[in-house]
Nanobody
């Protein structure tokens, strides 16, 4: 069973920065896809940024140019660096990893970390 533990959320003023961390119980690179999602109150969960196949980076339009996704040197921590934060970035941010073996996808979610951006 994979465990993902997020941290780094908090309250920040608009224009500020936060770095979210997601520590996995094993190597992040053992997964075929890893990324971050977010969910604002009353809205559906949406994709923020992903690393697929170890070297393909994908960002939502709102994240492009402001957010960076990376894996730590120990290869068990996924980061989301968020800059120029806006009030619309407020929400709960979730770490997600997925792998496919013999044609079957398995995926795991963290518990979420709250980000609140004050305007």
């Amino acid at each position: 069973q994979v465990q993902l533990v997020e941290s780094g959320g908090g309250l920040v003023q608009a224009g500020g920065s936060l770095t979210l961390s997601c520590e996995a119980s094993g190597s992040i690179f053992s997964f075929d896809d890893m990324g971050w999602y977010r969910q604002a109150p009353g809205k559906q969960r949406e994709s923020v940024a992903h690393i697929s196949g170890g070297d393909t980076y994908t960002f939502a339009d709102f994240a492009e140019g402001r957010f960076t996704i990376s894996v730590g040197n120990a290869e068990n921590t996924l980061y989301l660096q968020m800059n120029s934060l806006e009030s619309e970035d407020t929400g709960t941010y979730y770490c997600h990893v997925a792998s496919i073996r013999a044609g079957v996808w398995s995926d795991y979610w963290g518990q979420g970390t709250q980000v609140t951006v004050s305007s």
